[in-house]
């Protein structure tokens, strides 16, 4: 035998042991961005706070529609007030007889012609409109009996705006007229005085001997 030491070769295995090697798993998915289900979520969120606001703004036109094309309610026949200004005087069946002494300003109607007229008194004379008088109560605005007392500022436009709308006849050309507004104080409002007055007058005294209104 030859002295050295002679060595064994296993031989090769025909294939790789699988027993005792850990398998290796297979590839794992990337765990999702947390901020983009975040910002996915207030995305949500923002769309439907848009909604919810989109119907409040929609119902709200719906109603306000509504509200706007309903009728206002009907004012109460036994309310006194006609929410017009009154222009044409309407003549009586049985016109009294004139002239009329002591008259006070609730009974002044629309055409009457006053003489020595003075705004303040709390009593005038009525005459006939072709015998010498100042003035002519040419436009009338009453306020409903249930109407609060609107204030000296608020009567006194009111006032003017009847003036404006005042229409005299021809027969006024031949005077020189001015016109004068009258209406109620916050005491006579509370006694029922609902009317605002527009007179003509002349500052000459009992110059016009004719109606001014047509």
């Known amino acids: 035998m030859d002295s050295q030491e002679q060595r064994r070769i296993p031989p090769r295995p025909a294939a790789p042991p699988?027993?005792?090697?850990?398998?290796?798993?297979?590839?794992?998915?990337?765990?999702?961005?947390?901020?983009?289900?975040q910002?996915?979520?207030?995305?949500?969120?923002?769309?439907?706070?848009?909604?919810?606001?989109?119907?409040?703004?929609?119902?709200?036109?719906?109603?306000?529609a509504n509200w706007l094309g309903s009728e206002p309610p009907a004012t109460s026949s036994s309310d006194p007030g006609s929410g017009i200004v009154e222009t044409s005087p309407t003549p009586l069946a049985t016109p009294p007889a004139l002239p009329r002494e002591g008259v006070t300003p609730p009974n002044y109607r629309l055409g009457d012609c006053f003489k020595d007229f003075d705004p303040e008194a709390l009593r005038s004379t009525v005459v006939a409109c072709d015998a010498p008088?100042?003035?002519?109560?040419?436009?009338?605005?009453?306020?409903?009996?249930?109407?609060?007392?609107?204030?000296?500022?608020?009567l006194a436009a009111k006032a003017l705006e009847a003036?404006?709308?005042?229409?005299?006849?021809?027969?006024?050309?031949?005077?020189?007229?001015?016109f004068q507004r009258a209406y109620p104080s916050g005491t006579s409002w509370d006694s029922g005085d609902r009317r605002v007055d527009c007179y003509v007058t002349a500052d000459a005294g009992n110059v016009i001997n004719a109606s001014v209104l047509p």
Do not use: I, M
């Open 18 to 37: 699988a027993a005792g090697f850990p398998k290796a798993a297979g590839p794992v998915a990337p765990a999702a961005d947390p901020p983009v289900k």
């Open 39 to 64: 910002r996915r979520a207030v995305s949500t969120l923002l769309k439907a706070v848009f909604v919810v606001v989109l119907l409040g703004v929609v119902g709200g036109l719906v109603w306000l």
């Open 133 to 154: 008088h100042s003035a002519q109560l040419v436009a009338v605005y009453r306020y409903p009996g249930s109407d609060l007392y609107p204030g000296r500022e608020a």
């Open 163 to 178: 003036c404006q709308a005042a229409k005299l006849a021809p027969a006024a050309n031949d005077y020189t007229l001015n």
